[in-house]
């Protein structure tokens, strides 16, 4: 059956400035969640340095591995925008300015100082690639195959987003719950681990929080399948109820 | 000479929730920054689902080749808290009870309804471990050689980070100076290049940003040399001057 088939995703975010702690990365989540939308798991990531080397290893051991590739960083300008020729050397094949990226370009530098070599070096793409539009700053993001390579300021990689939505083909989505509830995930640990074997297309995750000097835990409970999912949210709650955990739908 | 030995480490986040997008990582930040005071630099990163063989593959892919691999997430008292198992697999070495760990886990439940089974479970160890302290909720971070096991909730890793804290053998810290410019980083691009080239123990990176309708960029100069470093932030701060550009100490 082509709905049971899933799809997965995985991501490359370049960036010394994430390894360094400097900034806190966003494209992880937002891309997460994005795929979701679309049907695609993201089944790993991987944080690299902006070093050839780096980059090209991590695309080479995730792109055949996965439906899609998605990577984030390292397409600006500068001396230290190495992305769109690590990815062409890890894929074999040459560089080349995208006729159409430089025509958007020099539309974009019109007003503001013309399509200097800095700038032209931002419609550089692995050859043959084709472009994924950049509403906010004209410098296009990149598709190659199942490689999609995006900006990495979070901002411009949501509008790339945007304009890839609906575009990749995608399974069916995995649906979620969430439940929270006054107690120590510890106290409920048997309970979940026995309504997880009795839904078999579910999973629950329990996350343990620590507010105003009281615990408690949200539960996610995910399936692609609705009345599935529904029953295990039922029973989760039931069980909570039966031991003076009220759940709180939604989560705390 | 010792100190020019560069220490390493690499990161395993560990969590469904962070594919899912549910929840944004704040282990990374902390982490890499935390290290950086260290004098042990981050040199990559990878988030994994909560699966037996990914992290298992995770583990043996980074444990050899950086100083020290940290792990966060999946040490809990649930049936997803799977990873002392999934390391300890790794390390072909069986799970056991730490004695110390299960004292640490009597002590702390005993105002709490004592120590089930699925508290106990906090105790487990990859055999021959070491314990790292958690003054926030007992159930103790691991050590294992160069592998350290930490809590995926942020806050209980702080405190972990706290305990370990000039316990690892690093090297010479990585120094770095911001300086923010009210320019399109295209327009510097070349000044960047040359500027780095000329201080050959420096890297800068340039991360540009949009606010109120301007452009503007953060460059962030490295280096292990403290007058080098402090050379090539004078070149650059007299570079952008010379282009009526002035830089702002400290970033924008």
Redesign the interface.
Not at 16 to 26: A, F, M, P
Not at 203 to 210: H, K, R, V
């Given at each position: 059956m082509a709905e049971s088939r899933i799809y997965t995703a995985a991501l490359i975010?370049i960036g010394?400035?994430?390894?360094?702690?400097?900034?806190?990365?966003?494209n992880?989540?937002?891309?997460?969640?994005?795929?979701?939308v679309q049907g695609i798991?993201?089944?790993?990531?991987?944080?690299?340095?902006?070093e050839t080397p780096?980059i090209v290893e991590a695309v080479n051991a995730l792109r055949t591995r996965n439906d899609y590739l998605f990577a984030t960083g390292g397409i600006?300008?500068?001396?230290?925008d190495i992305t769109v020729d690590a990815i062409a050397e890890a894929l074999g094949v040459a560089v080349a300015v995208h006729p159409e990226a430089r025509t958007i370009l020099e539309g974009y530098y019109e007003t503001?100082?013309g399509l200097?070599?800095?700038?032209l070096?931002?419609a550089r793409v692995p050859e043959g690639a084709d472009l994924i539009p950049n509403r906010?700053?004209g410098a296009p993001g990149i598709r190659f195959g199942n490689i999609m390579i995006m900006a990495?300021?979070p901002?411009i990689t949501a509008g790339m987003l945007d304009a890839l939505s609906g575009q990749l083909e995608g399974g069916a989505v995995?649906l979620?719950e969430?439940m929270g509830c006054w107690v120590?995930?510890?106290?409920?640990?048997?309970l979940?681990?026995l309504t997880?074997k009795a839904h078999e297309t579910c999973?629950?995750?329990?996350?343990?929080?620590?507010r105003d000097g009281k615990t408690g835990a949200n539960f996610?409970i995910?399936s692609v399948d609705a009345v599935d999912l529904a029953a295990c949210c039922r029973a989760l709650a039931e069980g909570l109820e039966a031991m003076n955990r009220p759940a709180v739908a939604g989560g705390i």
């Open positions: 975010v010394d400035e994430i390894l360094s702690g400097r900034t806190h990365d966003k992880i989540a937002q891309i997460a969640a994005w795929l979701q798991r993201l089944k790993e990531v991987r944080v690299v340095a902006d780096a600006g300008p500068t001396h230290d503001r100082g200097t070599e800095a700038r070096r931002m906010y700053t990495g300021v901002q995995l979620s969430t120590q995930e510890s106290e409920v640990a048997e979940l681990r997880e999973q629950i995750g329990s996350y343990p929080f620590w996610v995910r």
